[in-house]
């Protein structure tokens, strides 16, 4: 535990609030961690946000642990049934801070805190359809990611893992009935109204099959005329159970799913992923390995941000330039395929380090698309970003401030299109990007326009950290020596028996990592990615939280496109950049 950063935020809590109210929990990752009754959680929070020096103004995350199943009596687990997690962010301070309350019985409740953030409805929401955890007097507690007619509560420890724990799946008529009409569209229970004093309403489907929403995503507009009058986003379509994975893949074997996530960031996803499980096995990563892995993540950056130029570009009427910036994109896939093997999910990334050092060649291929893509930006500057067409498309559009985005939780060039220079590659250096120079874009206007600024002047920067770790890629290993990450040499295992058994253990069942507790948070390609990670000393993880940076960006759409028309919808929706698995998990 990390005193230094604890005791400060811990004495003005208990100064407020009294020094039996809070407990302070040991984890890896040096984040202040208290826990505090349920019934205080409300005014807890409150104070953090509005009252207390320099505030927790944003809601970083919200979630729920199943504490029921835990091995360890230790840390505050075991005498609860559940623990509700909230995670705070202070700008002002640079740091989190993370709030446990602890819950009792079998389908627990807890108070809502809507009305002091409201990026916690879907948070809440998604507790409730996960784990069955009430909001008391939430707007809309209903599922969010599994259909309406799912039974069960898919991240409870008795809710089963996978396909052979569960009877052979049979479609009976009642079934196709019961699935048909919960398919059928009700204003009223979403929040909607028919009509108004003056006027009927129209309301129109967006999706799922949508070009515009780039993915299985509905949107169900509530219309006056042309004018959007509501948006309410449907979400889960997508949903794989990409945290319920975690609990039954070793630590090693869950790796490629992290690529899945944020399908077009690609090793981005492992690093978040590998950070917090290198803090819990206490593992340091050689520094060869730091640089390999920042110069794939930033091709990847560049990659992802291409694929976004191109298509809103799309989306807004301009046809070639998804052509060009395609092929650029397959540029840098030539040099992931020649490094890692894979493209797009390459699953390379390895506790402790990569899997294979670069190949040779490696320097000529990076060095090539160094001198090669500049130009190209250039090239798009003119075309997509100077055309009058584009401008007019997406200046003035989908504002929000900089106060509404922390509100909503919104990290990344939206939230630095607001004119805040916060990146956590220099807010809170990560893997060795504190290593690098590079500048951090920001705008002013928090439209589509200054988003797209951002990104595009993003590419650039990452272009410079890649060319840094051309010029200065050091010496030395690939991987860790740990022995949690690297078996022992396959020739020693001849030596002695308990060689053996540690290389044929570590191989067949992975690394077993010790209990505790972690949370990374990286600045990836749509904005904040983070994983909480909690281990009761097994192979495998107790709890994996996923934070993505599309699910609170996604819920912010209804707030920002009430007034706008259905045409200004598909402006917002590209200039937003989200990826629907990031969103669904």
């Known amino acids: 535990m ?99 309350a602890g819950l009792h019985g079998e389908y627990p409740s807890i108070d809502s805190i809507t009305h002091v953030w409201p990026a916690a409805n879907w948070y809440e929401r998604e507790v409730y359809d996960m784990f069955g955890i009430r909001f008391n007097g939430h707007p809309l507690l209903k599922r969010i990611l599994m259909p309406v007619t799912w039974e069960g509560h898919p991240l409870r420890k008795e809710h089963p893992a996978r396909a052979t724990e569960m009877g052979p799946f049979k479609l009976f008529n009642e079934k196709v009935d019961r699935e048909q009409g919960a398919l059928q569209f009700n204003p009223e229970e979403w929040g909607l109204k028919r009509h108004s004093d003056d006027t009927d309403f129209m309301f129109l489907n967006i999706g799922p099959q949508h070009p ?19 948006a309410v986003p449907d979400i889960g379509f997508h949903h794989r159970g990409a945290e319920k994975m975690g609990e039954r893949q070793s630590w090693h074997t869950y790796i ?5 996530i944020d399908y077009l960031g690609g090793v981005n996803n492992n690093l978040a992923y590998l950070l917090a499980v ?26 992802s941000h291409l694929v976004w130029y191109g298509t809103f570009a799309q989306d807004l ?70 055309n009058t067409l584009f401008k007019t498309r997406t200046k003035g559009i989908g504002i929000y401030t900089l106060e509404e985005a922390i509100e909503w939780g919104v990290t990344g060039p939206g939230l630095r299109a607001c004119g805040l220079e916060w990146d956590l590659r220099k807010k809170r250096p990560y893997g060795g990007y504190e290593n690098f120079a590079f500048e951090v874009p920001v705008a002013a206007n928090g439209d589509c326009y200054d988003r797209a600024v951002v ?22 290993d690939f991987k860790s020596r740990h ?103």
């Open 278 to 303: 290198e803090r819990l096995g206490g593992i340091d990563v050689p520094l060869r390995a730091q640089i390999i892995r920042v110069m794939l993540c930033e091709l990847f950056r560049i990659a």
């Open 317 to 386: 009427g301009q046809l070639s330039p998804v052509f060009y910036m395609f092929t650029d994109r397959e540029k840098i896939f030539e040099i992931i395929e020649a490094i890692c093997g894979g493209r797009m999910h390459p699953n390379w990334f390895r506790i402790g380090g990569v899997a294979q050092d670069l190949p040779q060649g490696w320097e000529q291929l990076v060095r090539n698309f160094i001198h090669y893509f500049p130009r190209k930006l250039r090239e798009y500057d003119n075309m997509v970003m100077k």
């Open 455 to 476: 990104r595009v002047e993003e590419m650039r920067q990452s272009l410079r950290i890649v060319q840094q770790c051309l010029e200065f890629m050091p010496p030395g």
């Open 256 to 260: 490629p799913y992290t690529d899945r």
């Open 2 to 100: 990390n005193t230094t950063t604890i005791k400060p935020i811990l004495d003005i809590l208990t100064a407020r609030f009294g020094e039996n109210t809070f407990t302070t929990q040991d984890t890896r990752d040096g984040i202040s961690t208290l826990a505090m009754p349920a019934e205080k959680t409300v005014t807890v929070l409150q104070f953090l946000k509005s009252s207390v020096i320099m505030p927790y103004r944003m809601l970083y995350d919200l979630t729920a642990i199943d504490e029921r199943a835990y091995k360890r009596a230790q840390n505050g687990h075991k005498p609860f049934d559940f623990t509700v997690v909230y995670t705070l962010f202070s700008f002002d301070r640079n740091e989190f801070i993370r709030l446990k």
């Open 483 to 585: 022995p949690l990450a690297t078996p022992p040499v396959k020739q020693h295992t001849m030596q002695d028996i308990e060689t053996l058994i540690h290389h044929f253990l570590n191989v067949s069942w992975g690394p077993v990592i010790p209990a505790g507790e972690a949370m990374s948070c990286v600045e990836a390609t749509k904005g904040w990615n983070g994983y909480h990670l909690i281990s009761d000393g097994n192979t495998s993880a107790y709890r994996v939280r996923v934070r993505t940076p599309s699910f609170p960006h996604m819920q912010m759409i209804p707030y920002i496109s009430r007034g706008y028309t259905v045409a200004d919808l598909l402006s917002i929706l590209g200039g937003m950049d989200y990826v629907l698995a990031d969103i669904d998990r």
């Open 212 to 230: 515009g929403t780039h993915g299985v995503l509905r949107i169900i507009l509530q219309l006056d005329g042309e004018d959007i009058v509501d």
